[in-house]
């Protein structure tokens, strides 16, 4: 056996010399993988700015009709989860696994809390007809925007079902994490799936602060037809 196989890290990929360069190859993968993420979300990004244009209106009374309250509460479990994630990340890098194991932990009870509060919302959509399709009914005062305002609600269920599912992934890759650090795999010399798994978490979030204002708060300062 050679001197090379002796010293070879066991975390460390036949393909690298060292684990730094393991590490800056994975951090680069990771951020190329969150490009073809931002092209996804912005394709969605795109279709809402263009009906937006073009039905102004129906826009701005679709927004009302989302729970305010809880989409402000989701945001700001999201920016806390993404302290905990950060704190977890500190926590691998510092070699002190009960903090990682415990932050992890948090992000996860936040990410599942977000997902709880986002049902709750979805029911009162179905509740109050505003689910795109045929259960979906206009109550306004302008029947001639019925149409427009479902391609509000279509859009909006398009875009936060779409970050739902992300953040279910983003849920199932903190557990692994969660377990594997639980067992000791993670440390100061070797914490890129930590890292990794961070970064994909914290471009969930921002995705939700870009919606947030998007889907709950546009046009509530202006008056339909104002």
Same mark, same amino acid.
Request: net charge negative; no cysteine.
């Given at each position: 056996?050679?001197?090379?196989?002796?010293?070879?890290?066991?975390?460390?990929?036949?393909?690298?010399?060292?684990?730094?360069?393991?590490?800056?190859?994975?951090?680069? +993968?990771?951020?190329?993988? /969150? =490009?073809?993420? @931002?092209?996804? $979300?912005?394709? &969605?990004?795109? !279709?809402?700015?263009?009906?937006?244009?073009?039905?102004?209106?129906?826009?701005?009374?679709?927004?009302?009709?989302?729970?305010?309250?809880?989409?402000?509460?989701?945001?700001?479990?999201?920016?806390?989860?993404?302290?905990?994630?950060?704190?977890?990340?500190?926590?691998?890098?510092?070699?002190?696994?009960?903090?990682?194991?415990?932050?992890?932990?948090?992000?996860?009870?936040?990410?599942?809390?977000?997902?709880?509060?986002?049902?709750?919302?979805?029911?009162?959509?179905?509740?109050?007809?505003?689910?795109?399709?045929?259960?979906?009914?206009?109550? +306004?005062?302008?029947?001639? /925007? =019925?149409?427009? @305002?479902?391609? $509000?609600?279509? &859009?909006?269920? !398009?875009?936060?079902?779409?970050?739902?599912?992300?953040?279910?992934?983003?849920?199932s890759i903190?557990?692994?994490?969660l377990y594997?650090?639980?067992?000791?795999?993670?440390?100061?010399?070797?914490?890129?799936?930590?890292?990794?798994?961070?970064?994909?978490?914290?471009?969930?979030?921002?995705?939700?602060?870009?919606?947030?204002?998007?889907?709950?708060?546009?046009?509530?300062?202006?008056?339909?037809?104002?």
């Open positions: 056996m050679s001197e090379q196989t002796l010293h070879h890290p066991a975390n460390l990929g036949h393909h690298f010399d060292t684990l730094d360069q393991q590490h800056s190859a994975n951090v680069l +993968g990771m951020w190329v993988f /969150l =490009a073809t993420e @931002v092209l996804l $979300f912005g394709g &969605l990004f795109l !279709a809402y700015f263009v009906y937006r244009t073009v039905y102004h209106d129906a826009f701005v009374e679709g927004s009302h009709h989302h729970n305010i309250v809880l989409g402000a509460t989701n945001t700001a479990i999201l920016i806390v989860s993404s302290l905990m994630m950060a704190l977890a990340v500190r926590s691998a890098q510092t070699n002190n696994r009960r903090a990682l194991v415990l932050f992890l932990a948090l992000t996860m009870v936040f990410g599942l809390s977000f997902l709880g509060i986002k049902a709750v919302e979805y029911k009162e959509a179905f509740d109050t007809h505003q689910v795109p399709g045929a259960l979906f009914q206009y109550e +306004g005062e302008r029947p001639e /925007l =019925a149409r427009q @305002v479902e391609m $509000f609600s279509l &859009l909006y269920f !398009a875009m936060t079902g779409t970050h739902a599912i992300h953040m279910l992934i983003g849920l903190v557990g692994f994490i594997r650090s639980w067992r000791g795999k993670y440390n100061a010399a070797y914490y890129t799936p930590v890292e990794l798994g961070g970064l994909y978490w914290h471009f969930i979030d921002i995705i939700w602060v870009f919606l947030f204002p998007l889907l709950y708060l546009y046009g509530r300062h202006v008056a339909v037809g104002g």
